[in-house]
């Protein structure tokens, strides 16, 4: 089993080695089927952040809202979880001191912040910084390719799409678990997703929601928010694993 999901991997790394980033810009050739399923998912939020009542956040004294308790520890415990995968990607684009500092976090926040539930390495100046093999690819030289709506997961990209995949085959949880508690940090990591969701939920309204198209401001947002993320407006060292062959 092991040996046809690391010929799925070598596959893509082949392929990142042969391309090359395009132009930044909006490439939807999906967007009648990706409407519907970005329907399909803001009525599912809207299901869930919507029912939330017995954790609905308060307001103080001055108006703004406090996150919920639970959704935040349940936030910081799904971003624990993801720490190993982050760090393995760090490693696959050659960034050691992105590395350090999330392995820092993971040491601390799993002991100290018994298992992600709080965070003493943010206190102590160890934020890290997520990656996925997305950005690896990126990093690789693979352009973005088309904007997909994923089913349940929301916006992505064609080559974050190809990362995703690879993410869940090379994730070191996978290894490091039996196959029970893997299927339930999975299921931890996804509710964490799901308390993110709900905590902005007001700001989702604000920006996209209550726009003329709501769709292409989401879209918009996604691709901004991305691309800042990997760099792409400022990072221009683009790295060939393939050079010297």
Do not use: K
Not at 13 to 36: K, Q, W
Not at 137 to 161: F, I, K, M, N
């Amino acid at each position: 089993m092991r040996h046809r999901w690391l010929a799925a991997f070598f596959a893509i790394a082949l392929i990142a080695g042969c391309a090359r980033a395009p132009a930044p810009g909006v490439n939807d050739p999906y967007e009648s089927t990706n409407r519907a399923w970005f329907d399909s998912n803001l009525r599912l939020s809207s299901a869930i952040t919507g029912s939330d009542d017995a954790v609905a956040d308060e307001a103080d004294a001055g108006g703004a809202p406090r996150r919920s308790p639970f959704r935040h520890a349940l936030s910081n415990v799904g971003g624990n979880l993801g720490l190993p995968s982050s760090i393995l990607n760090d490693l696959l684009q050659f960034r050691p001191s992105r590395a350090a500092e999330n392995t820092v976090r993971l040491v601390i926040n799993t002991t100290v912040g018994l298992g992600g539930l709080f965070d003493p390495a943010g206190a102590m100046g160890f934020h890290g910084r997520r990656s996925d093999f997305g950005e690896t690819l990126h990093r690789w030289g693979v352009g973005e390719g088309a904007y997909v709506v994923l089913p349940l997961y929301g916006p992505s990209t064609e080559r974050d799409t190809a990362g995703l995949v690879v993410d869940m085959l090379i994730d070191p949880l996978r290894f490091a678990l039996p196959a029970p508690e893997y299927g339930y940090s999975n299921a931890v990591r996804f509710a964490g997703r799901l308390a993110d969701a709900a905590e902005y939920s007001d700001l989702l309204d604000a920006n996209v929601i209550n726009t003329a198209d709501p769709y292409a401001q989401a879209r918009l947002l996604y691709l901004q928010t991305r691309r800042y993320h990997l760099g792409v407006e400022v990072e221009e060292e683009i790295i060939d694993p393939y050079a010297d062959f």
